[in-house]
């Protein structure tokens, strides 16, 4: 994924420090994701994705460092639901297991554990680029974008579909929730659509009728879940099968859509737009990662882990492919070391081909790639790509607007975190207009 001459090699490891392992060493990396609770599905997938990561790369003899090669592992603690859990998982897997890198989900979680990360130089992903700021100077999103590229699912929406003209917006009040609420909002805006209704709940909510119930009573075309946790995302999708609702769902996630098919029918999902594919799509087949094997990958996912394919199944063992990438380029493994190759050596790519790194007005630092990202569209009882979108030239064009909305949320980086200005108060309310 990253190309550089044997020549800008050599160099690079010249002027970079090197962190040696011995022969025998393992090369650990944690990770400190959610096995438990509500949002269990953006976490065991993705180990199990990094498991076959794993197995593949040792089978290949493991990563070659400075011409010699060192097997990997990967160790996974649960995040736990409390700060004092999250951080104590954490100061085991930096400090006992000594972890080379370490991959978190984001979000909520990843906040009692900046001052730590910090202090020890951890170089650690996210999945949530709102995590990012300029004093993480070690914390990167090279996976996804999230929840920027939800934007090209209603770009794509607005060109194809212009018989869809209204939608109804609900998000849960968290830091996976806002940021994605104020994305769908500058979408539907900077696409002439109209929003006729939004609903902001609680995360621990289960009272699917109080959400879908006004969202329906303004008569939208589509009904949005923004990025719900996926038992919410069933549950309101099948209340609004049951509703009789005869028209189109938008969601960042769907996974296990094949359920909600057998539990609504074929048709009520006919349309239904999400950003993340099966990898047996034939979109998939030029795209390089995953050993150039995305349908392999797959199809070994599928043979080990059967019925648990999500949105995360492949993202984090995306991290580590670029991880890797850039470990064997600079031939060291210290943070500084990675992220210098991270940034210097040649094109970097992420999971849907050449990506660029972006954030500084959105974030306060450059720490996130953004690419092209695909809209994928449930049809005939399967989910294909139907586009691959320019999240770059979509923010090249309405930046502005999204930072507007973030900033209304209280979701810009300075706001999140207290730095340079007032932790504004985010403009939380459900309205039907």
């Given at each position: 994924m990253i190309g550089p001459s044997f020549a800008h090699r050599i160099a690079m490891r010249s002027l970079l420090p090197s962190y040696r392992v011995g022969m025998s060493q393992e090369i650990c990396i944690g990770m400190l994701v959610p096995l438990s609770g509500p949002a269990a599905a953006w976490g065991q997938p993705g180990l199990n994705g990094c498991r076959i990561w794993e197995d593949w790369l040792n089978s290949a003899g493991g990563a070659l460092i400075q011409g010699r090669r060192y097997p990997v592992r990967i160790i996974a603690e649960d995040c736990g639901t409390t700060a004092d859990e999250t951080l104590e998982a954490a100061r085991k897997l930096v400090l006992s297991d000594r972890v080379a890198l370490l991959m978190l989900l984001g979000g909520d979680s990843v906040a009692p554990l900046r001052g730590f990360l910090n202090e020890h130089k951890v170089l650690a992903s996210t999945l949530l680029p709102t995590d990012l700021s300029p004093d993480a100077r070690y914390l990167i999103a090279p996976s996804e974008v999230h929840p920027v590229y939800n934007v090209t699912g209603v770009s794509w929406l607005a060109r194809n579909r212009p018989d869809l003209r209204r939608i109804a917006l609900c998000s849960q009040r968290d830091a996976f929730g806002l940021p994605?609420?104020?994305?769908?909002?500058?979408?539907?805006?900077?696409?002439?659509?109209?929003?006729?209704?939004?609903?902001?709940?609680?995360?621990?909510?289960?009272?699917?009728?109080?959400?879908?119930?006004?969202?329906?009573?303004?008569?939208?075309?589509?009904?949005?879940?923004?990025?719900?946790?996926?038992?919410?995302?069933?549950?309101?999708?099948?209340?609004?099968?049951?509703?009789?609702?005869?028209?189109?769902?938008?969601?960042?996630?769907?996974?296990?859509?094949?359920?909600?098919?057998?539990?609504?029918?074929?048709?009520?999902?006919?349309?239904?737009?999400?950003?993340?594919?099966d990898?047996?799509?034939?979109?998939?087949?030029?795209?390089?990662?995953?050993?150039?094997?995305?349908?392999?990958?797959?199809?070994?996912?599928?043979?080990?882990?059967?019925?648990?394919?999500?949105?995360?199944?492949?993202?984090?063992?995306?991290?580590?492919?670029?991880?890797?990438?850039?470990?064997?380029?600079?031939?060291?493994?210290?943070?500084?070391?990675?992220?210098?190759?991270?940034?210097?050596?040649?094109?970097?790519?992420?999971?849907?081909?050449?990506?660029?790194?972006?954030?500084?007005?959105?974030?306060?630092?450059?720490?996130?790639?953004?690419?092209?990202?695909?809209v994928v569209q449930i049809n005939d009882g399967k989910a294909r790509i139907v586009s691959f979108e320019s999240v770059p030239d979509w923010l090249a064009q309405h930046e502005t607007q999204l930072l507007a909305e973030m900033s209304e949320l209280g979701q810009l980086w300075h706001q999140r975190f207290g730095r340079h200005g007032d932790n504004a108060p985010p403009s939380l309310h459900g309205f039907v207009p």
């Open positions: 994605s609420l104020a994305t769908y909002r500058a979408a539907i805006r900077a696409a002439g659509l109209n929003l006729s209704a939004e609903i902001v709940y609680s995360p621990d909510q289960t009272d699917v009728a109080g959400i879908v119930d006004p969202m329906l009573a303004s008569d939208p075309d589509i009904l949005c879940w923004c990025t719900s946790y996926p038992p919410m995302v069933h549950a309101m999708t099948e209340y609004a099968h049951q509703q009789g609702f005869k028209g189109t769902i938008l969601s960042c996630t769907m996974d296990q859509y094949d359920r909600l098919i057998a539990r609504t029918s074929p048709e009520f999902m006919d349309g239904t737009v999400f950003q993340f594919p990898f047996d799509d034939p979109e998939l087949t030029e795209k390089a990662f995953f050993f150039n094997q995305p349908s392999l990958f797959y199809s070994e996912y599928q043979r080990r882990f059967p019925g648990t394919w999500s949105a995360v199944s492949w993202e984090y063992a995306a991290i580590l492919d670029i991880w890797h990438a850039a470990v064997e380029t600079v031939g060291a493994l210290g943070p500084a070391s990675v992220m210098a190759a991270m940034r210097q050596m040649g094109k970097v790519s992420h999971a849907f081909g050449p990506a660029q790194w972006w954030g500084e007005t959105l974030f306060g630092i450059d720490n996130a790639l953004v690419g092209d990202w695909p």
